[in-house]
């Protein structure tokens, strides 16, 4: 009972973890665009600036996503090799 137990906490876990994924994009969005906001006011350039950190921040935000993925994948396949983008 104990080991199906462990597993559906393993797999709660993954759908937590997974789950968590979903917020990255539009927190890198929103982070983005009120820095670009802020700077905004700051300089008193009108929306310019907030568009362009929205999409810099969806960048980032896609970004991560990748290199999280990636770090998942290779742990799951127990690979060493360091290869392609974002590796650590």
Partial sequence: ????????????????FYTSLGFILPSGI??????GW???GWLHTAPV???IGAFAGGA????E???ILKRVEKNESGSDTDSGFGAR
């Fill in 1 to 16: 009972m104990s080991q199906r137990r462990g597993r559906e906490m393993s797999m709660l876990a993954k759908v937590g």
């Fill in 30 to 35: 929103l982070g983005g665009y009120l820095f």
């Fill in 38 to 40: 802020w700077i905004d």
């Fill in 49 to 51: 600036l907030g568009i």
């Fill in 60 to 63: 980032a935000g896609f970004i």
């Fill in 65 to 67: 996503i990748l290199r």
